[in-house]
């Protein structure tokens, strides 16, 4: 029988740090861990079916090391329980447990931290709530940064980032290595028409008896659910993590910030690190990414441009938008400055289209969980907001389909940086752009039955169309921008026979995503 329980050390499924604060003086003769695999999780937003699995089986992990441990663990198996919600299931487990209290690391999700905080208040449980250690920065720090700025740009938090942790900094503790803040100049290579060759493929996990006990169980409790499993393939432990961290600083790293931005068909990882489940599910510290990252630097087997592009996205993003969400939540689900209130086509669900770009792309995130960061901002992202979709419903898809999505990092990417939503908040004007920037990236734009240079016509490209609609609809907002006036200058080339076709054209195919048709 088990003894009474002094304390319920509650672990969410993106927590799965080994070295977690809500672990300290853990005593197994007195304390039990708490885990759950509830339904609502995966369908508050329509879940890629990697993205559920990979969830579970990285759970399954953690709980089968604690118990490595001789640590208590109370597990609940989604088909063996009939709560839906985390807060039904911790409402139950508190009655059944009877804890003196309860003690968990601040969870990402401003949804689930409410959730779990009402029950915890209305059962008359002491719920302690911890600092979340895998992060850099906290909450708290951020909002001491932000506070009293007109302006909170990732530049200014990054840097103060690299000086207080002297990352990528001379001995001085002042200089950046090599001279520059960042080398993004240097980072917005193509692979031109020859394509990028031999890129070594990210180093790929089997599916042990555990992972492939929870992908059955995946396919028989959401086989509606978007996406297919047969190319999983996910670290789902921290050897695993390290493994995948280990083949990155080997084989692309030193291609990746040159290469960062391009993309090619059937190339899905190309120079990228894939690492971002891992770091969101806490399998693998981005302290530790980032030593080994500048470790290669000093090596000489990278370039500054490679190191300081990727340190950018760990310790820079990861941290800014983490501090961003819980700055501006709840209020950010509902941020909507360019007033977009168009329905999601189908097709980001379906992958159905004739625009080659997004065919490929939706393929690929159908078939892996995956999409790298041009990808899903300068495709998926840029196309959504060109047509003006709603983008909470651009949120929600973005959240449901791919593998490394939690809200708090998702959420400030795509309401801020993809959609504009935000009103300028973390970008200083609309990532917005025809589909001529597509066919430089990549070369999605060959072979397709749509041409990037024209706006009009049949074989107009709709990237091309709704772009130069998109500047027409926001004349009066950008025109006079300091950062964005020159773009919407290009207007004035555009004669007044020329705009009210491309808004007949813009029209047109609006009308035709509103029938579930699409080009």
């Not at 809500?22 to 708490?34: K, R, S």
């Not at 909002?143 to 200014?156: D, F, I, P, V, Y």
């Not at 190319?231 to 993590?241: L, T």
């Not at 998702?410 to 009103?423: F, H, I, K, R, V």
Request: glycine fraction near 8%; proline fraction near 5%.
């Amino acid at each position: 029988m088990m003894n009474a329980v002094r304390t319920l050390v509650v672990v969410l499924g993106d927590q799965l740090d080994r070295e977690s604060a809500a672990l300290d003086g853990f005593d197994p003769d007195q304390d039990c861990i708490w885990m759950a695999e509830v339904t609502n999780e995966a369908t508050h937003v329509w879940s890629h079916k990697q993205r559920i699995s990979l969830f579970l089986a990285a759970m399954r992990r953690f709980r089968d090391d604690q118990k490595g441990l001789g640590r208590r663990v109370a597990y609940r198996t989604l088909d063996a329980h009939p709560e839906s919600t985390l807060g039904e299931a911790l409402r139950a487990d508190l009655r059944a447990l009877a804890p003196r209290a309860v003690r968990m690391v601040r969870p990402g999700d401003y949804r689930v931290k409410a959730m779990l905080d009402a029950v915890c208040a209305e059962s008359g449980v002491i719920c302690e709530l911890l600092r979340d250690r895998h992060f850099l920065s906290s909450v708290d720090q951020f909002n001491q940064w932000a506070e009293g700025r007109k302006s909170t740009r990732l530049e200014h938090f990054y840097r103060q980032l690299r000086v207080r942790f002297g990352i990528l900094m001379e001995e001085d503790g002042k200089t950046p290595t090599g001279g520059s803040w960042n080398f993004d100049r240097k980072n917005r290579g193509t692979f031109g028409r020859e394509g990028p060759g031999q890129v070594a493929r990210p180093v790929s996990f089997e599916p042990d008896q555990t992972t492939r006990k929870v992908l059955a169980l995946v396919e028989t409790h959401f086989p509606g659910h978007p996406g297919n499993q047969a190319a999983f393939d996910w670290p789902v432990s921290p050897a695993q993590a390290r493994t995948a961290l280990d083949d990155f600083v080997d084989f692309r790293l030193s291609g990746f910030g040159r290469y960062q931005d391009a993309m090619w068909s059937g190339e899905t990882y190309l120079y990228h690190a894939r690492l971002s489940s891992s770091l969101n599910l806490k399998l693998i510290s981005p302290r530790e990414v980032v030593r080994a990252a500048v470790q290669t630097y000093r090596d000489g087997r990278a370039p500054i441009e490679a190191v300081e592009g990727f340190v950018r996205q760990v310790m820079g993003w990861r941290e800014y938008v983490r501090g961003l969400y819980w700055r501006h939540m709840p209020e950010s689900l509902d941020d909507n400055a360019l007033g977009a209130h168009a329905a999601l086509p189908r097709m980001y669900w379906a992958g159905e289209t004739h625009m080659r770009c997004l065919s490929e792309v939706f393929g690929q995130t159908l078939r892996t969980g995956y999409a790298h960061h041009i990808q899903r901002l300068m495709v998926a992202g840029l196309f959504a907001q060109l047509l003006g979709v709603r983008p909470r419903a651009v949120h929600e898809w973005f959240l449901a389909v791919y593998v490394d999505a939690v809200e708090w990092v998702e959420l400030p990417n795509t309401l801020g940086m993809s959609q504009y939503a935000d009103g300028g908040r973390m970008a200083s004007k609309p990532y917005a752009a025809s589909g001529k920037y597509i066919q430089r990236m990549s070369n999605y734009c060959q072979g397709c039955r749509f041409d990037p240079g024209q706006s009009t016509g049949e074989k107009a490209c709709p990237f091309t169309t709704l772009y130069w609609n998109f500047l027409l609809e926001h004349r009066a907002q950008f025109s006079r921008h300091p950062r964005a006036a020159l773009q919407w200058r290009s207007l004035d080339r555009l004669t007044v026979p020329q705009q009210a076709q491309i808004r007949r054209q813009s029209a047109d195919l609006r009308s035709r995503f509103e029938r579930g048709d699409h080009p």
